[in-house]
């Protein structure tokens, strides 16, 4: 008799944490399902963020030759975009490019944003006069 009572007690005890382990599972299953939700959603914001930062970051750099406070004659500029944003040919719209005087490699930046690694080692490699003129003939 006492170990059918201690076989039943078992029985009781194995499904009850059944139960209650399935209930866990259920409860963490439905936390992990809100923190996803959270997140995705701060995901979802900070991408559209950085996409609207990008896309008035790319605005700006066509507008700035345009600015009074830009120290070169819009028509100088060419806009490459990737990995540096303007090439000026100082002078050449004056004189059919008889004033032509230097060429500048320019990154408009803005905010707080920094140079990448690669416009990094284009600086360096200009600052260093790492920089050659080629002729390729068809």
Not at 61 to 75: S, T
Request: net charge positive; glycine share 4%; hydrophobic share 45%.
């Amino acid at each position: 008799m006492f170990l059918e009572f201690i076989i039943i007690l078992l029985f009781v005890a194995i499904v009850y944490l059944l139960f209650k382990n399935r209930e866990w599972k259920i409860k963490f299953e439905q936390r992990i399902k809100e923190w996803k939700e959270i997140e995705e959603e701060k995901i979802r914001e900070d991408a559209i963020i950085r996409s609207a930062r990008a896309l008035s970051g790319k605005t700006l750099e066509k507008l700035v030759p345009f600015l009074k406070a830009f120290p070169y004659d819009p028509h100088d500029i060419r806009w490459l975009g990737d990995p540096i944003d303007l090439v000026i040919f100082d002078g050449y719209s004056s004189a059919q490019g008889k004033g032509l005087n230097q060429i500048v490699f320019c990154e408009v930046k803005s905010g707080n944003s920094r140079l990448t690694a690669i416009q990094n080692r284009i600086k360096e490699l200009v600052e260093r006069k790492k920089v050659k003129w080629e002729e390729f003939r068809v």
